[in-house]
């Protein structure tokens, strides 16, 4: 019998809900590795862990979901590893756009997709032209996603709109600067977690999670399921989050 779901408690519902939850999917590699199988079917697993956390963040109402599915850097491991996993972002698009478009989530791509292979880029203007009028939880993913490159880009952008005279070298704060980035226009992660017990950022979100609260679960991504995501905002909602000011 397929184990059932808990719910979250009473407290965690009425407790401060975090507004964007970023998270770092780490682990799989892994996690496949401790069963003796090959990398690829630690990433499948994954992709049933995501489902769940889509599913679960969109129950709890948070409103802005950011997973990181692939990096910049992710370019360098072997071509069969870079292949399977384009090819389980396609399947995942495919097999769960429909119940996510029913569930009125908008799904966005945070990264140069357009350097995917074409299947993959159909697949995700497929999801984001069916998804885009949606009004219900905002899920980015990050795809072929680097902070840094977004950071450049957001710079020669400004660049370009002052040497053309549309703005002015003094209008430029951090204000206009968050909104050329890929995250325009949403707010900052409040809840950075990354599993797989790694505690550095590579490369995600550097601008955008200048005062998230970090969580590091030890828990494999695959393993991750939706009372530990209960877990992880349950330890937010225990912060003290003082931005640079005193305790309330
Ligand atoms: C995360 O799992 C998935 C991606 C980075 C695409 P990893 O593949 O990094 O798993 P580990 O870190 O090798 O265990
Ligand atoms: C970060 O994980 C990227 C994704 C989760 C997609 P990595 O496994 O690539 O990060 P490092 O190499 O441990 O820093
Ligand atoms: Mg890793």
Same mark, same amino acid.
């Given at each position: 019998m397929a184990k059932k779901k808990s719910m979250p408690d009473s407290a965690l519902m009425e407790g401060y809900m975090p507004q964007h939850i970023a998270i770092i999917m780490d682990g799989n590699g892994r996690w496949a590795q401790q069963r003796l199988l090959p990398r690829t079917l630690g990433h499948r697993a994954g992709m049933s862990a995501l489902k769940k956390v889509v599913q679960t963040c969109d129950e709890l109402r948070v409103p802005f979901l950011t997973v990181f599915a692939f990096s910049t850097e992710n370019w360098k491991r072997p071509e069969t590893e870079v292949n399977y996993l384009m090819n389980l972002l396609v399947?995942? #698009? =495919?097999?769960?756009?429909?119940? #996510? =478009?029913r569930n009125n989530v908008q799904i966005h791509v945070l990264g140069?997709?357009?350097?995917?292979?074409p299947k993959c880029q159909d697949e995700i203007r497929?999801?984001?032209a069916l998804t885009r009028h949606n009004t219900g939880l905002i899920f980015n993913i990050a795809l072929n996603y680097g902070s840094r490159r977004e950071i450049v880009d957001a710079a020669k952008s400004i660049s370009k709109r002052v040497l053309s005279?549309?703005?002015?070298?003094?209008s430029i704060d951090e204000h206009l600067f968050a909104q050329c980035l890929y995250t325009a226009e949403m707010p900052d992660p409040d809840l950075l977690i990354r599993t797989a017990g790694e505690k550095r950022i590579s490369n995600f979100l550097l601008w955008q999670v200048?005062?998230?609260?970090?969580?590091?679960?030890?828990?494999?991504?695959p393993d991750f399921t939706p009372e530990e995501l209960y877990r992880a905002i349950k330890e937010f909602q225990g912060r003290d989050r003082r931005f640079g000011g005193l305790k309330k």
């Open positions: 399947e995942f #698009l =495919h097999r769960e756009l429909d119940e #996510l =478009h140069d997709y357009e350097a995917t292979p497929r999801a984001l005279g549309e703005i002015q070298l003094d200048a005062y998230a609260e970090i969580v590091v679960s030890d828990v494999l991504w």
